[in-house]
């Protein structure tokens, strides 16, 4: 069953008197455990899709749906809760908050919303994600502190914090040299396979989008590939449909 | 919530100058406010121990006598009752004074002055020497039966020195008119616009002068252990009195269009009609109930310089705050992102805006403390012209630590206003928005 599905999905955006499509019908699925990458260049869709993906926008028509639920009805607030529970972000520019170090900003969506995590066992997760992403020297620094890498690993460790479905990452590499970008990769992939986490991430990069297991490309708002480890993945989320209409009999 | 409290309270700090310099306009409106209140709330007190200084009281007790003419002198001729009925009510009385006085003209040398003249028995008002400094001759001459005592001013408009013997007209208990001769002992400083008006003689030549016999008087004035128990005591007081002795009725006011209690209970007692004896117990309160008009002035001031200082300082915070929601847009939709709800984005920037207007009253307030302590050090000496408005020749103050919480809360609560729209913006933007924005 497909974690993420888009069912011709259009997002419209008002640009003075005129209107911007920036997605133009799209439909894909996503399984679960995948490490996908949507590639294209700028200006081709990646960031609204993902933004809608992950539930802090909403597509003009069509249906975005999460682990089979649809959320075109939902309110802001239980949108809100949604991102909490199931999403991890990590963002183009890290997006750390510039008050919390190193560990209070890993900690900082754990105090957020209603489930209470014990002290210990809250402490023992964090350090150990610390320990993941390298930064055990760099706990108590400041993000303005760290270099571009060091934050980003930063930020996956927050996206990673709340164990997440699903961890959007665009652009994650955009603002770092090519090497560090690669371990950033490295680290995502790697962290994909312990924790079967599924990673969605962007990029305009065409050397980084073959460590992929399901590459969706796209172009002028439209899909132009969508490819699963080397197989033709066009077809919408069919097991998803089974199982629905498993649950209605 | 926690958390947010804790970033916002951070987030004071990232932009230093600006916070340091609106939580500096914040405490300097905070202190001006709050000095006004603590002059106000030390200036009824101050005038009104000052006044049952000079007046020898904090509650008095007056006489009117019928006579067989229908008409009334003013004296007591046997304060058995009164001073049983004090007894009695237990209230916390340091001293007893008993005093007559008149208005009359004073005549030395062709010069002439019309003025009132307390006549104390001095053997027993041992601390009228402590309250009222001679600038020239001394208490000891006292003794002397037609002794006088002047006001500076007073002094100088008769042209009299210690020594001079003066001359003075004035009625008796029951209207005629007689003449006396004092001899002034001595000249006192002035004690502010109403010390001016004090003359003081001894009672028992006052007497002799109304008409009285020896041992009588007319004004019994009951010094208490602090301007606190007034009220309390004069009810008590009342009470106890309305059982063995006639009495006016107290504190009626203005039916007579009379501008204060005193002059009302004057022109009330002109009207009624009874016979025998009637006694009137008033207290410092009422004498001075424009004291009350005043402080409320003082206080609708402050309030007044409270509201206006704080508009200018809200158009401040609120500029201010829409500059930090356009700085921490991108903060906004991260946070957003993570799961922060809306009302928690709001809540952040109002914590913040909150932390400032306390942090800002809390060091108005202890500003205006330091101010008040360090302008109380001053001594303006006893003969000050402002005088009635100290306390020993110090300008005291007193901040009512409820007027403090209630410039706090008004602060508190305007800054909230102030910040409403920003802070009611940045929660209103999609994060999506938000996100875009900070690119
Ligand atoms: N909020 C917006 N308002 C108007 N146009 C937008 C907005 N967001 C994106 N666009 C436009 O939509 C298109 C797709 O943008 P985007 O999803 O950011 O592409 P990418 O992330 O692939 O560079 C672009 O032409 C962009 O200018
Ligand atoms: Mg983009």
Known sequence: ?249 | MKTLANIALRNLSRQKRRSILLGSAIAFGVMIVTLINGFAGAFSENVSENFSNLMAGHIFLSGSEKEAGGKELSVIRDDSALTAAVKASGAPVKYITRRSAFTGTLIFEGKKIRTNVDGADLEQETFLRERLLLKKGSWDAMTEAGALILSEKIAAKLNVEVGDRILVQMQTVTGQNNVGEFTLAGISYDAGIFGQMMSYANLAYVNELLGLKPGEYQTMGLMLDGLKHTEKSASDIYAGLSESVQLFTRGEKDENGAQTPFQALLKQQKKESWEGVRYRLFTINEVLSQVQQIVAALDTTAAVILVVLFVIIMVGITNTFRMVMFERIGEIGTMRALGVQRGGVRSMFLLEAVFLALGGAVVGILLALVAMSIISLINFGMNSPAFILMKNGHLSFYLPPLKAIGNILVIAALTLVAVASPAGKAAKLTPAEALRTSK
Not at chain 1, 55 to 62: F, I, K, M, R, Y
Not at chain 1, 175 to 187: K, P, R, V, Y
Request: proline share 4%.
């Open chain 1, 1 to 249: 069953m497909g974690i993420v599905e888009l069912q011709n999905v259009r997002k419209v955006y008002p640009l003075g008197k005129l209107q911007v499509e920036a997605v133009k019908g799209v439909s894909f699925c996503i399984e679960k455990g995948d490490f996908i990458s949507i590639a294209g260049p700028s200006g081709s869709g990646k960031t609204t899709i993902l933004n809608m993906i992950g539930l802090v926008d909403q597509p003009t028509s069509g249906e975005v749906l999460l682990d089979g639920k649809p959320t075109s009805s939902l309110k802001d607030a239980e949108l809100t809760r949604l991102r909490h529970e199931t999403l991890g972000f990590i963002f183009q520019s890290f997006n750390l908050i510039p008050v919390l170090n190193v560990w209070e900003n890993i900690e900082f969506p754990l105090l957020l919303g209603k489930t209470r995590v014990g002290k210990d066992e809250k402490k023992e997760w964090i350090d150990h994600l610390i320990e993941e992403v390298g930064l055990s020297d760099w706990r108590k620094h400041k993000p303005n502190e760290l270099s571009g890498g060091q934050r980003q690993r930063v930020a996956i460790a927050r996206a990673l914090v709340t164990r997440p479905q699903i961890v959007l990452a665009d652009e994650p590499t955009a603002n770092l040299d090519s090497a560090t970008g690669e371990q950033i990769l490295e680290l995502m992939k790697k962290i994909n396979r312990e924790l079967e986490t599924t990673f969605i991430f962007s990029t305009h990069d065409a050397r980084i989008v073959d460590t992929a297991d399901h590459i969706i490309r796209l172009r002028d708002g439209l899909v132009t590939e969508n490819r699963r480890r080397d197989e033709d993945a066009t077809a919408a989320c069919a097991s998803a449909d089974a199982s629905s209409g498993a649950a209605g009999a």
